[in-house]
């Protein structure tokens, strides 16, 4: 090989990610001679690739040059059905250096969120971080780790920050039983103010996601019901418009009319959905 990225890789990446590809291996220590390799899933937006070094691992991560129409529409749908649209909220995707912006805000209040080791105007190489999704513990029913996501999460909170998307699959699990935030493409914005909208936007948004993922609905939203509540009450948090976010977002999922996109996941996968929906909503209407 001329370097280590395989031609059949370097083959399927766009000319532009594949020059940042090697502009990312020229930076490192030992880039030269690191191993390329694709993760399971890249999501809509970024291309990401995982470089092992002989001393390092990290992540290389540069947005996708596709139309993101479809999946716009897709997620203006979904806040749209929570009312956040209606009442001021607006989404966009992050540029890469509105990301790096993002993730070196977080690092400086302490925050668990990846190292940044180095980037440039259309990529970053980050700390890559050992062990598993929430979402990969919830579909096979460990449901545990719920409460220190959302507790991390109200840290952020008290720093003004606003993670934004955490769908599961975004907050990390690693090998110490920590909890670290991955993944920052998406952005939310407010007009009216800081009156903790955003913030019970992102903790009904976590809550509900966990109860639509998991194996273990029974287990999870006894958790909620028992530790979670109680927590949010005494944070402070509005739980009137959790109520409102979570029924819009239960509205959304069990609506058959939805649109849909390549992204979508089968209509199916929600029709046992619906009666821990109800409960969960009956929660947060009997806590409010």
Same mark, same amino acid.
């Given at each position: 090989?001329?370097?280590?990225?395989?031609e059949?890789l370097?083959n399927t990446?766009?000319t532009?990610?594949?020059?940042?590809l090697e502009?990312a291996?020229?930076?490192l220590?030992g880039?030269k001679t690191?191993?390329?390799?694709?993760?399971?899933s890249?999501?809509l937006?970024?291309h990401i690739? &995982?470089?092992?070094?002989?001393?390092?691992?990290?992540?290389f991560r540069?947005r996708r040059d596709?139309?993101?129409e479809?999946g *716009?529409?897709?997620?203006?749908?979904?806040? %749209?059905?929570?009312g956040?649209i209606?009442?001021?909220?607006?989404f966009?995707l992050?540029?890469?250096? $509105?990301?790096? *912006?993002?993730?070196?805000r @977080?690092l400086?209040?302490g925050? #668990?969120?990846?190292?940044l080791?180095? @980037?440039?105007? $259309?990529w970053?190489?980050?700390?890559?971080v050992?062990?598993?999704? &929430?979402?990969?513990?919830?579909?096979?029913?460990?449901?545990k780790?719920?409460?220190?996501?959302?507790? %991390?999460?109200?840290?952020?909170h008290r720093?003004?920050?606003?993670? @934004? $998307?955490?769908w599961t699959g975004?907050?990390?699990?690693?090998?110490?039983?920590?909890?670290?935030?991955?993944d920052?493409d998406i952005?939310?914005?407010?007009?009216?103010?800081? $009156?903790?909208?955003l913030?019970? &936007?992102?903790?009904?948004?976590?809550?509900f996601? @966990?109860m639509?993922?998991?194996?273990?609905?029974d287990?999870l939203l006894?958790?909620v %019901?028992?530790?979670?509540? #109680?927590?949010?009450?005494?944070w402070?948090?509005?739980?009137?418009?959790?109520?409102?976010f979570? %029924?819009?977002?239960c509205?959304f999922?069990?609506?058959?009319?939805?649109?849909?996109?390549?992204?979508?996941?089968?209509?199916s996968l929600y029709?046992?959905?619906?009666? #821990?929906a109800?409960?969960l909503?009956a929660m947060?209407?009997e806590a409010?």
């Amino acid at each position: 090989m001329k370097n280590s990225i395989s031609e059949n890789l370097k083959n399927t990446l766009p000319t532009n990610i594949a020059q940042g590809l090697e502009s990312a291996l020229a930076y490192l220590p030992g880039g030269k001679t690191a191993t390329i390799e694709k993760p399971q899933s890249e999501g809509l937006f970024n291309h990401i690739l &995982l470089i092992t070094t002989a001393t390092d691992r990290c992540v290389f991560r540069a947005r996708r040059d596709i139309s993101t129409e479809a999946g *716009d529409a897709y997620m203006q749908y979904m806040y %749209e059905a929570t009312g956040f649209i209606q009442n001021g909220g607006s989404f966009k995707l992050r540029n890469i250096g $509105d990301e790096v *912006d993002f993730i070196k805000r @977080a690092l400086a209040v302490g925050l #668990p969120v990846p190292k940044l080791i180095h @980037a440039d105007q $259309d990529w970053m190489l980050i700390e890559y971080v050992t062990g598993k999704t &929430l979402l990969e513990f919830l579909e096979t029913g460990e449901v545990k780790f719920l409460p220190k996501v959302l507790q %991390e999460m109200n840290l952020a909170h008290r720093q003004g920050i606003i993670y @934004a $998307d955490r769908w599961t699959g975004n907050e990390m699990i690693d090998t110490q039983g920590n909890v670290r935030m991955i993944d920052f493409d998406i952005e939310w914005f407010y007009q009216g103010g800081n $009156d903790g909208t955003l913030e019970a &936007l992102e903790m009904a948004w976590t809550i509900f996601n @966990a109860m639509r993922v998991t194996s273990n609905r029974d287990e999870l939203l006894t958790i909620v %019901e028992t530790e979670v509540l #109680p927590s949010l009450k005494a944070w402070g948090y509005e739980i009137s418009k959790m109520k409102q976010f979570i %029924e819009g977002l239960c509205k959304f999922y069990l609506d058959p009319n939805k649109p849909g996109n390549q992204w979508s996941l089968p209509k199916s996968l929600y029709v046992a959905m619906a009666k #821990p929906a109800n409960r969960l909503i009956a929660m947060f209407t009997e806590a409010d």
